[in-house]
């Protein structure tokens, strides 16, 4: 298989939507923990990756995302973090075969550094090493730090990836909209700040995933700003289905795969060289929006 940066030089790729959403529609329910189905449900997981390779994604997501040991104590888990990673790395492997790439995902521990919290860089490292490790003797091929709030955060989990041999790493953050055309995370970082020392700590591919109610012309102004902040280091965006409306006290996102698929020719055209989706997207959006990919 060819590397992913490599590919990347030469054409924009496309990765996957969310997981989560497809779990639930699936039958997990909101308490559970999601991670328990890379072995108690491995089809349904596994289901998700293949509509997600039929769609056109080249790159695959696994269904790890709290997968630290720290998030999974929190559901009595800790014994099986090493057994869950794995075996989510592999579902994903599977769906992926020989041409697609899977992304090891790792998202926040779940509390805050040292001083705001009690964790030291030092722990959350071995924390997040850990994890890391056991998403690459699953099959991972690449390892996703993703929807970071804090850069301390990012970084450390950046480092981590990077003890574990020569692997790309993604690293993304969540950002918010806080003035005319300022985005911040939820811990108060600007763009600059947090790409900057994403790529210091080591990214390959740095950007944004999710954020909260941001439009598609947010986006497509955030992305501006990540392309800029970035300089050559390749840029990842994954959109949610537009700004989310609470229906019946519920926050859903609305946008239709052709709404989604109309912005990934402009992304393109700022720079961005990963496209995929966040919050309400399924493999009917990533299918058109694969489309668009393969028309540019
Ligand atoms: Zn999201």
């Known amino acids: 298989?060819?590397?992913?940066?490599?590919?990347?030089?030469?054409?924009?790729?496309?990765?996957?939507?969310?997981?989560?959403?497809?779990?639930?529609?699936?039958g997990l329910t909101s308490g559970e923990c999601g991670m328990l189905w890379n072995t108690g449900r491995p089809e349904a997981v596994r289901g998700v990756h293949d509509a997600y390779r039929r769609s056109g994604c080249n790159l695959l997501t696994t269904n790890t995302f709290g997968g630290t040991l720290s998030a999974l104590e929190r559901h009595g888990l800790a014994a099986r973090m090493a057994e869950l990673n794995r075996a989510g790395a592999r579902l994903a492997r599977e769906a992926a075969g020989d041409t697609g790439w899977v992304l090891g995902?790792?998202?926040?521990?779940?509390?805050?550094?040292?001083?705001?919290?009690?964790?030291?860089?030092?722990?959350?490292?071995?924390?997040?090493?850990?994890?890391?490790?056991?998403?690459?003797?699953?099959?991972?091929?690449?390892?996703?730090?993703e929807t970071m709030s804090d850069p301390a955060e990012a970084e450390t989990a950046i480092a981590a990836a990077k003890d574990c041999g020569d692997f790309a790493v993604v690293a993304t953050y969540a950002f918010q909209k806080t003035g005319d055309a300022e985005f911040r995370t939820m811990m108060g970082t600007g763009v600059g700040e947090a790409v900057e020392r994403a790529i210091a700590a080591g990214a390959d591919l740095v950007g944004a995933n999710c954020g909260t109610a941001l439009s598609f012309p947010d986006y497509l102004e955030l992305a501006r700003q990540l392309v800029r902040a970035a300089g050559k280091t390749p840029v990842i965006l994954q959109p949610n289905a537009g700004a989310p409306q609470v229906i019946g006290g519920e926050t859903v996102y609305l946008a239709t795969p052709a709404e989604m698929a109309a912005i990934v020719a402009p992304l393109v055209d700022i720079g961005v060289r990963v496209v995929g989706g966040c919050c309400g997207t399924s493999p009917a959006h990533l299918a058109a929006m694969g489309h668009a990919v393969s028309t540019l």
């Open 1 to 26: 298989m060819n590397d992913l940066l490599t590919v990347l030089a030469t054409r924009p790729l496309l990765c996957d939507g969310a997981m989560g959403t497809q779990l639930l529609a699936k």
């Open 105 to 145: 995902d790792i998202g926040p521990f779940g509390d805050f550094l040292e001083p705001l919290g009690d964790m030291t860089a030092d722990e959350l490292r071995a924390i997040f090493r850990a994890q890391a490790q056991a998403l690459i003797e699953g099959g991972a091929d690449a390892l996703l730090v």
